[in-house]
T-cell receptor, first 112, second 114 residues
């Protein structure tokens, strides 16, 4: 167990809908990262937050957004969902900017 | 941006033999190279990492080597066991691990034959 928690574990929804994925970092960690894992794209970095501020952006679609709250948990919002958004979504956290990234258990999103 | 290539995509070895997985990266500014192991449907778990000021690092049966000049790094697993069967991912980042997102290779499915 990495200490990073994610909810929900599974999410099934329809095309065009909007969902929110939640991540709670390890105690004391200030930075949260979101990754998407799919069969065709592999494991891809989406976005990073550090102490409430956006720090780095990867291959995140405009339909996706994220934020980190004062208690340091983070939410990833996915809107206008398409079949191709079906994937495993992981978050990871680190204590500072030189630390190793530890991954949560992931949320499996299925878009029907 | 950074691009990480990983080979082979599938590797089958006999139990007790060694396994080697190789990765190359494109951005010479990358300075942190972790390896993750992922079992089906589970989270990626860090097994070893190396920073650019070190050429080799070892942890029991697992070792990683880094050649900065050639921009490649490799994972070596000795005395393989059935529980080593999984998908292994290499990754690279600029900034030492937490300063940026990781760029991952496509993964290697390691199969340990009994």
């Amino acid at each position: 167990d990495s200490g990073v928690t994610q909810t929900p574990k599974h999410l099934i929804t329809a095309t065009g809908q909007r969902v929110t994925l939640r991540c709670s970092p390890r105690s004391g960690d200030l930075s949260v990262y979101w990754y998407q894992q799919s069969l065709d794209q592999g494991l891809q970095f989406l976005i990073q937050y550090y102490n409430g501020e956006e720090r780095a952006k990867g291959n995140i679609l405009e339909r996706f957004s994220a934020q980190q709250f004062p208690d340091l948990h983070s939410e990833l919002n996915l809107s206008s969902l398409e079949l191709g958004d079906s994937a495993l979504y992981f978050c990871a956290s680190t204590r500072d900017l030189t630390d190793t990234q530890y991954f949560g258990p992931g949320t499996r999103l299925t878009v029907l | 941006g950074e691009n990480v290539e990983q080979h082979p995509s599938t590797l089958s070895v006999q139990e007790g033999d060694s396994a080697v997985i190789k990765c190359t990266y494109s951005d010479s500014a990358s300075n942190y190279f972790p390896w993750y192991k992922q079992e089906l449907g589970k989270r990626p778990q860090l097994i070893i990492d190396i920073r650019s000021n070190v050429g080799e690092k070892k942890d029991q049966r697992i070792a990683v080597t880094l050649n900065k000049t050639a921009k490649h790094f490799s994972l070596h697993i000795t005395e393989t066991q059935p529980e080593d069967s999984a998908v292994y991912f290499c990754a690279a980042s600029i900034g030492g691990g937490g300063a940026d997102g990781l760029t991952f290779g496509k993964g290697t499915h390691l199969i340990i034959q009994p």
